[in-house]
């Protein structure tokens, strides 16, 4: 999902009514970035509050772009990471992913085994092979250790002809049920829909209700589940009690098909990108009483802030103080407007073990400007659709190290004029 | 300005809490449009709820870009145009314009004789030739019907070193002055604050204190000025009792200065274009009690629309009911959240006598689709910068009559893949 793509951050279809009285209710960060331009890495880096080339999981491949778990990749999380899960498992909280997990391969990586008590999803994307089982099976979908079935289908059905699909219906049935049977006792909930992802597929009821096509029913889905969330947590009188955090963990993708595309909003080009579009997302968090209601945060802040804030919120202890954090807490200025302490956070814009650009303060340098290798631009379509400029958005592999193309994100948020 | 540029529309700097507290407290149109992307026609349009090609006020020289009265255009506003000023003199409102009047050089155009009481502010843009004299004198300045000095000169100066200029304090002050002395009886303010204009200068308090430079100073600056007037409001209890409209008569100014640039959010290209960067602009209606707070409204609706909305919210009269009115009310949308008559509202694209796009619900269909004509992108800059797509953004005068460019505003808002 794009920076763009909530009614809250300006997206002109309005689409997003639940997640936008969320921002409006706490606090929307406009400067809030996923730690990749992919989803990989992105989400290995949240749960663990460590950049992917510390926690090791991270592509090397194809320039970096290709950063993506298959099906026949190797590898994942290491165990011996610490993740968000295993860091509230030990004050008693009860944690269950429901949706995407899709950080590693091997069975150590497995949500059972990095901290979560339940799982309902599944390990993969939601690309399969459709009818062509020559190459991979369809992805799996796990409840706990089990395997329960595929994407594509019986109950996991994704029919491509009519887009019609009851798996964001089933992450939210869950997701209720889930808060039901532990609204006494403390719990983390991932809820990570990943109904954005392609191929974009919704309920009956809500397909063909979104003016933007799909993409759009599909926006309108996720934000229903939001609802539907907030509304249980305050069945139970949960609602002083629950932090919330909303993001996500790449830009849109642009699809070749116009119906399938997201929105980065002002930004430039889109997810697999180190462009603000790639990489710039929402941010919101809420918790009534709490976070002041309508606080409109401007620092720069990332995916990677996520850890160390819980820690700070729940007073948990990270499991060996020698390892290094790469996020820093966002707790004092969630919940005091006068902190400004984080003002010149930098951000670390990486593809795979490259590092393309930095931000401080708002000046960006980009190092490689590319904005997709020749031989991915066809496989993944183009995610700078209309927007070429010689030696910065190009399939050239240009490096910049010696004089990197510095923009100024405040005065020029689009990446449109690098300073001379 | 832009529908970018403010932060209810999603821009990232969040410079108008007072703007984007009006949008709250009322109705924000997503779809909301200039009649044209220059000032001179969309000011008149708004002004009379007519065409800039019904009401004379629109010019067809250089293909129509340049529709800016300069200082020796000819011709205004013509006498027998009734504007929104003319009919509410006819129920007793005192009518006044503060700020940037601009729809025609000759005496009948101006503001006294086109039922305001009351002027202060300038006929002209605050483009002037600086210490050029020898083209054309600055801008004159009256107050009333008196000039009572020229831009760039004494208290109207406009430093064009520091950047500094008093001037929207004084539009300001100016309407706090009049809402205070007109608080018992019915009043027609034009606050025309010009602010965003070039050359883009603020008020020392300003100065400096936005990260996207003096453009957003201004923006700041016209802000404070909006919370100025909306307290002075509430200071006389009028808030009830007041029917507020904030937009923009054109779409944003991309200059070659970076620091001076509006946002276009999501949209294409700039003023001076019929992309929807041109002319898509803010659209905010507020009359707390009346129209219910928290409105987003997503029927196309126009400047034009402005005049006969002001006519069925006051009971005001057409003076000639065979003059052809070519906006549409807006107010039982505006208070009546059920009312969707409007939902199939055309938009037409006009630079000055040229129709160059039509839209119809959700599709666009461009006839010509350049951008700027060779001789004028570098005198007025580049309207598209970093955006080019052959036979679409182009100095190419191409005519699409014959198969129109045809793009879906939903899916695709922002023009980047017409539709096949």
């Known amino acids: 999902m794009g920076w763009g793509d909530l009614g809250c951050y300006g997206n002109e279809a309005r689409e997003t009514p639940n997640i936008d009285k969320l921002a409006a209710e706490g606090a929307l960060f406009t400067d809030f970035y996923s730690t990749s331009p992919l989803c990989t890495p992105s989400r290995a880096a949240m749960l663990t509050g460590r950049l992917p080339i510390r926690n090791g999981v991270y592509t090397n491949n194809t320039f970096g772009v290709n950063a993506v778990f298959l099906p026949d990749s ?3 999380l290491p165990a011996e990471e610490e993740t968000i899960a295993e860091a509230l498992a030990k004050l008693g909280y ?15 990586s497995f949500p059972l085994n990095q901290g979560f008590h339940e799982f309902f999803g599944s390990n993969h994307n939601r690309m399969g092979p459709y009818n062509n089982e020559s190459y991979f099976p369809h992805p799996e979908v796990y409840r706990d250790d089990k395997m329960v079935g595929r994407y594509f289908e019986r109950e ?11 798996i964001t219906r089933m992450w939210t049935e869950d997701a ?15 809820w990570s ?19 933007r096509g799909v993409y759009g029913d599909v926006i309108r889905e996720l934000d229903y589940g939001v609802g539907q969330i907030i509304s249980k947590l305050k069945q139970h009188l949960l609602q002083n009690d629950t932090f919330v955090f909303f993001g996500s963990d790449n830009g849109p993708a642009y699809q ?16 697999t990108t180190t462009f ?14 709490v976070i002041p209601a309508g606080q409109i945060e401007k620092i720069p802040a990332n995916l990677l802030d996520i850890f160390p804030t819980i820690l700070e919120a729940t007073g948990a202890k990270s499991s060996n103080p020698n390892v290094i954090l790469d996020g820093q807490s966002l707790w004092s200025t969630l919940t005091d407007e006068s902190t400004s302490a984080l003002e010149n956070n930098s951000i670390f814009y990486y593809r795979g073990n490259g590092l393309y650009a930095v931000r401080v303060g708002n000046y960006k340098a980009h190092y490689w400007s590319w904005n997709a290798a020749p031989d991915t631009k066809n496989i993944l379509g183009d995610p700078c659709p209309g927007f070429y400029q010689e030696g910065f958005i190009t399939t050239n592999i240009t490096d910049h190290n010696d004089q990197p193309l510095l923009f100024h994100l405040g005065r020029d948020p689009g990446e449109r004029y690098h300073i001379e």
Do not use: Q, Y
């Not at 009860?94 to 150590?108: D, S």
């Open 94 to 108: 009860r944690n269950k992913v429901i949706g995407k997990w899709h950080v590693g391969n091997n069975k150590e």
């Open 256 to 271: 070749r098909r116009v119906d399938e595309g997201g929105s980065s909003g002002p930004f430039l080009c889109s997810k």
């Open 74 to 76: 190797p590898g994942g």
């Open 193 to 211: 829909a990943d109904g954005t992802h392609k191929p974009e597929v919704a309920s009956k009821d809500f397909l063909g209700t979104s003016e």
């Open 276 to 289: 603000e579009g790639g990489m710039r997302v929402p941010g919101i968090f809420w918790w009534p009483g």
């Open 176 to 190: 209720l049920d889930f808060i039901d049977k532990n609204n006494d006792k403390p719990f983390f909930l991932f």
């Open 156 to 166: 996991f059905f994704m029919d491509l002809g009519t887009r019609e699909s009851n």
